[in-house]
């Protein structure tokens, strides 16, 4: 059985993070959809528990795609997969040089685990989010960046952040 491991912070989920998800989850038998905590982000929107939710109603149409947390290196989290292959999005070339350096770092700490790039769809290499939280911290209409399911959501939690 392939096992893909797609790991972000996803803070929050995208229609871009969706379609890389989606992709990879017609290529691999198996996906976990791993929600990491990023320690160079400092003040996340969305707790990993909340946003461990937004993934998992985001995916739940996928039969073969499972969400989680970690909060260790990807490289020891995907240990307990054997043979997965770490699959990452990217949207620009200064998407490339970030995540070839990690997969460099996920490599020196285990040399069997391997990283495969998927090019974002051509409607979605503007999308991040940061993007999503910018626009929905004043008001921005969010429809066909996240999914229509997590808008009021999105929506509602940026409000709260904005008042901080």
């Given at each position: ?7 972000g ?5 995208t ?5 890389i ?12 959809v ?14 990993v ?6 993934v ?6 996928y ?11 990807l ?8 043979g ?7 949207r620009a ?13 996920n ?19 503007f ?33 709260v952040?904005?008042?901080?």
């Amino acid at each position: 059985m392939s096992i893909a491991i797609c790991p972000g912070s996803f803070d929050p989920i995208t229609l871009g993070h969706l379609n890389i998800i989606r992709r990879t989850a017609q290529i691999f038998d198996e996906v976990v959809v791993v929600i990491m905590q990023n320690s160079t982000k400092k003040s996340p929107m969305f707790t990993v528990e909340e946003r461990v939710e937004m993934v998992r109603k985001a995916t739940e149409r996928y039969g073969n795609v499972k969400v989680d947390s970690s909060d260790i290196l990807l490289a020891e989290y995907a240990r307990q997969y054997e043979g997965a292959v770490i699959v990452k999005g990217l949207r620009a070339a200064s998407d490339f040089e970030y995540e070839f350096q990690m997969n460099l770092i996920n490599k020196q700490i285990r040399p069997e685990l391997e990283t495969m790039f998927l090019t974002a769809s051509g409607k979605y290499t503007f999308l991040s989010s940061s993007v999503v939280r910018e626009m929905a911290m004043y008001g921005a209409d969010l429809t066909g960046l996240v999914p229509n399911e997590l808008i009021d959501m999105i929506k509602e939690k940026a409000k709260v952040w904005r008042n901080k």
